[in-house]
């Protein structure tokens, strides 16, 4: 298998681009690809303080060396969330990243700085360990950002993370959670731009992209990923990804580009009518005011890896 630009020894395939790439030039191709969705999306201006949420995994330690290739500020952000060993693990990868390339790094350990780590938390409020976990990591991030004064937060959510969400969103016609379903969420009440710019890319490419590096990272999946529904959505993708190489990437892409703006302000109307209905309904007594906490789990907020 020869490399498509340089004809020398290729190290990976990539069917829906119709191309095998060398290790230098599998790089360029990744970099390239971000910096695609960067403008795309305009997502970030080299002039931002980049906020990443990294995780120990590939997605997300990719993602810091892809920005700091392109030349943005980058500031790693790492939650330890106690999950046993490997919270451990993942954390020691991050750590070694950042040090190997002396980026700046915070570190916010759940248990030391809020009393509380995801399996006590999900066993508290009754929620799937993912659904916790994403609240809490939501809110680190929110705070970190804000304190730092970053002009935008980065995840490593990639194409297989962003399809497989939309699946699960198509799939219910949540549409609420389809507006959202963006790589750029907008700044707002004083919290950064919300940025996933790997979105051109697959898991299967950012972990090319760090064997290639030479990033070390976190190959075990979390052990509270269990019964994740979107593992499913994402072999459901790849079996029609084999029999039809760029769907995947057509499927969320195009919904970005010719779909999502049908959508906007769908949550807003959508309570508004309910609101309507609603008014001629009489209220059934409450025992307790309603908990957030038991609210279902939308599917936007399922369970994916803190990159
Ligand atoms: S699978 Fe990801 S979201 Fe779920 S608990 Fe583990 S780290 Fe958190
Ligand atoms: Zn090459």
């Known amino acids: 298998m020869k490399c498509t630009v340089c004809k020398g020894s290729a190290v990976i395939d990539l069917p829906r681009h119709n191309a095998n790439f060398c290790g230098e030039h599998l790089l ?28 120990g995994g590939k997605d997300s330690l990719a993602l810091w060396d892809v920005l700091d290739h392109l030349g943005y500020r980058t500031h790693g952000l790492y939650v330890g969330l106690g999950i046993g060993d490997y919270s451990d693990t993942s954390g020691d990868f991050v750590r070694r ?21 995801i399996p006590a938390a999900a066993a508290h409020t009754r929620r799937s360990p993912c659904s916790a976990c994403g609240l809490s990591k939501r809110h680190v991030f929110d705070r970190v950002a804000l304190q730092g004064g970053f002009d935008a937060l980065a995840t490593g959510h990639n194409l297989d993370d962003e399809a497989a969400v939309l699946l699960g969103n ?91 703006g049908f959508f906007a302000d769908a949550g807003t109307r959508g309570v508004r009518r309910w609101s309507s209905a609603m008014v001629a309904v009489p209220r059934a007594p409450q025992r307790s005011a309603p908990s957030a906490d038991l609210s279902p789990t939308p599917v936007h907020q399922a369970p994916r890896h803190p990159r």
């Not at 971000?34 to 303080?49: G, K, N, P």
């Not at 990243?97 to 780590?117: C, I, K, M, N, P």
């Not at 219910?172 to 507006?179: A, D, G, K, P, V």
Request: charged share 30%.
């Open 28 to 55: 360029e191709f990744c970099r390239r690809q971000v910096e695609r969705a960067i403008d795309e999306f305009d997502m970030l201006c080299e002039t931002d303080q980049v906020l990443i949420a990294v995780s």
């Open 170 to 260: 198509v799939l219910r016609w949540q549409i609420e959670y389809l507006e959202r379903q963006r790589p750029l969420l907008p700044a707002r009440n004083g919290l950064p731009r919300k940025v996933k710019p790997l979105v051109r890319l697959t898991e299967r490419e950012t972990a090319a992209y760090c064997i290639v590096a030479g990033i070390e990272y976190q190959v075990e999946e979390c052990p509270m990923a269990v019964g994740n529904r979107h593992l499913a959505y994402k072999e459901t993708l790849n079996d029609i990804e084999v029999r039809s190489p760029g769907s995947k990437a057509d499927f969320y892409l195009s919904f970005q580009r010719r779909a999502v």
């Open 97 to 117: 990243f950042a040090s190997q390339r002396e980026g700046a790094l915070t570190e916010v350990d759940l248990l030391a700085e809020h009393g509380y780590d």
